[in-house]
């Protein structure tokens, strides 16, 4: 069974940083495009920073500058540093990726894979 598991969320003060992780694990037969996205209440979830399986990055105007998505060496795990935190980035963040499970006969269907999310709070 293919599944996202995310850590690293918590509470911290405006201005200090995070790092939160996301691993891909289970029998995975190609992964792609991993990103994080967020929800807050009363919102729709929005996309925050994204990375392609040949490291392009796409990032939210508000990430920009103070974000950083990247993979892991074995590409199935990505990280969102998040560096001088403000109260409106408090959200749920939930990890993302586009991936085919390994199946006994090749390739599964490609399908978008969320995590269970993470809770960022920020206080000001």
């Known amino acids: 069974q293919v599944q996202l598991v995310e850590s690293g969320g918590g509470l911290v003060q405006a201005g200090n940083s995070l790092r939160l992780s996301c691993a891909a694990s289970?029998?995975?037969?190609?992964?792609?495009?991993m990103a994080w996205y967020r929800q807050s209440p009363g919102k729709q979830r929005e996309l925050v920073a994204a990375?392609?399986?040949?490291?392009?990055?796409n990032y939210t105007d508000s990430a920009k500058g103070r974000f950083t998505i990247s993979r892991g060496n074995a590409k199935n795990t990505v990280y969102l540093d998040m560096d001088n935190l403000k109260p409106e980035d408090t959200a749920v963040y939930f990890c993302?990726?586009?991936?085919?499970?390994?199946?006994?006969w090749g390739a599964g269907n490609e399908r978008n894979y969320w995590g269970q999310g993470t809770q960022v709070t920020v206080s000001s």
């Open positions: 993302y990726a586009r991936m085919s499970p390994s199946t006994g």
């Open positions: 289970g029998k995975i037969f190609s992964l792609s495009t």
């Open positions: 990375i392609t399986d040949d490291g392009t990055t």
